[in-house]
């Protein structure tokens, strides 16, 4: 009984060896994956945020006219005193 278990235990290592060899395969194309996944991730974020700094122009321009015209109030306000 002694050689059978041996081989059992034979064919349990050959079969423990194949498993962990598939593993890190899979292990190996899953980080592939996810890295190419993350470099679209970032490139995405980078066209995004490209995105909203474009669209905030308007807003800078918009606090412009508001402060020239709150400054031109001022001064006509102050003319007005005097």
Do not use: P, Y
């Amino acid at each position: 009984m002694t050689s059978d278990h041996n081989e059992q235990l034979g064919k349990l290592k050959i079969e423990m060896r194949e498993l962990e060899a598939e593993w890190r395969g899979e292990l190996k194309t899953i980080k592939e994956n996810h890295l190419a996944h993350m470099q679209d991730s970032l490139n995405n974020m980078r066209i995004d945020i490209t995105k909203v700094t474009g669209d905030v122009a308007w807003l800078v321009r918009f606090f412009w006219v508001i402060a020239t015209a709150s400054v031109g109030g001022l001064i006509t306000g102050v003319i007005n005193l005097i």
